[in-house]
């Protein structure tokens, strides 16, 4: 029997957060012809959840360019150890390959620099304009010359990289059973039930959605909203999360809106909800959206970057301009008093989605894309 051939997935993923997944239910998808093994930060909560998947993962101590003075003194010695600590991680498992999960992370590029001998794809996962040019030159171009592949998760991202022919669009997926998609329509209820599946990020738009419900609510006394997501033990997302409950409090729509934790069952969440929302200020592809879009959940999305990609606007889902509240409130209203508009943006929106995003569209994308390099 032939040996499969070790891929080193790199992610820099603290917790459980889409990119993860998108990567972790690849390799699973993959993991009949390769083997893989995670390579996460130190401490991260994505540990278990890998693990618990049955993939073996390593650990190095990641450190991210900040504005903290102590982070950008520890950077680059960091940057270079962890080079030198996944170069050695590629010889012991006889890496062929290594998979960093988005282009900022350039431990792999300074591990090949560093004399590793393995070929390399860089993921970008973030929108490239989230972050200062000077920065995203540097990550790119180092990426790019020590990459064979630049995997793009929308034409959105790929429209603001540098032309090159290493750079190559392919859409993320996910997939549910049959059994839990019919579960998804059986929701009947008086109230409209609002869902926003996100952590607690600036940037992420709960602050929106809270300000286009309060509009909305005023119209409509029925609705009711729900967040979930994690705070990922960041102080920046500890306080922004409170500002947010405060803020409800203020609006006095604290008995109107719930400020849940993070959620290992997305299918129950999105079982109960009537609309999902995802207001997020900049999003490269948006995993959330497509759960809810694959499963029929009549969704509205700001038009900032990935989730433009995921459906036909008016047809399959609803596109609302980024930081635009009242347009967010009138697009709430006006599905949440028309039940039948919701069940026909629901239905094209799984058709559109298991077809566009079916196994042939991504998945075996990329999984072509290492048949192709690991043969040559």
Request: charge should be positive; glycine fraction near 6%; aromatic fraction near 12%.
């Amino acid at each position: 029997m032939t040996k499969k051939q070790t891929v080193l997935i790199v992610d820099n993923s603290i917790d459980i957060t889409g990119a993860l997944n998108a990567i972790l239910g690849f390799a699973k998808y993959a993991s009949q012809e390769y083997h893989f093994v995670f390579v996460l930060p130190a401490g991260s909560k994505a540990v278990k959840k890998v693990n618990a998947e049955g993939f073996l993962t390593e650990t190095l101590s990641f450190i991210e360019i900040s504005k903290s003075i102590k982070k950008l003194l520890l950077y680059f010695p960091f940057l270079i150890f962890n080079a030198w600590r996944l170069k050695q991680l590629a010889t012991k498992h006889q890496a062929v390959l290594v998979h960093t999960n988005d282009f900022y992370n350039l431990t792999a590029a300074v591990a090949k620099m560093l004399g590793g001998r393995f070929s390399l794809f860089t993921h970008v996962r973030f929108m490239p304009n989230r972050f200062p040019s000077v920065l995203v030159k540097f990550w790119y171009y180092l990426n790019c010359y020590y990459s064979e592949r630049i995997i793009c998760v929308s034409q959105a991202v790929q429209n603001l990289l540098p032309k090159n022919t290493k750079n190559c669009v392919i859409y993320d997926t996910i997939h549910f059973s049959a059994q839990a998609q019919s579960v998804y329509k059986k929701n009947k209820s008086d109230i409209i039930h609002l869902l926003y599946l996100s952590h607690y990020i600036p940037g992420k738009g709960q602050n929106f959605a809270l300000e286009a419900f309060n509009i909305s609510y005023q119209h409509n006394p029925t609705l009711r909203l729900r967040f979930i997501g994690g705070d990922m033990g960041l102080p920046k997302n500890k306080a922004f999360k409170e500002a947010l409950i405060a803020r409800a409090k203020e609006l006095s729509l604290q008995d109107k809106i719930d400020f849940s934790g993070p959620t290992s069952d997305v299918t129950g969440e999105l079982a109960q909800a009537d609309i999902v929302l995802n207001f997020s200020e900049s999003e490269s592809f948006s995993m959330t959206c497509l759960e809810a879009l694959l499963v029929g959940k009549p969704l509205i999305a700001t038009d900032c970057g990935g989730p433009s990609e995921l459906f036909v606007d008016g047809e399959s889902g609803w596109l609302v301009p980024n930081r635009d509240i009242k347009a967010m409130s009138k697009a709430l209203l006006q599905l949440a008093a028309d039940h039948q508009l919701r069940a026909k943006l629901g239905q094209s929106a799984e058709v559109y989605t298991q077809c566009k995003f079916s196994d042939s569209n991504t998945l075996l994308q990329l999984k072509e894309l290492y048949v192709k390099e690991l043969i040559c």
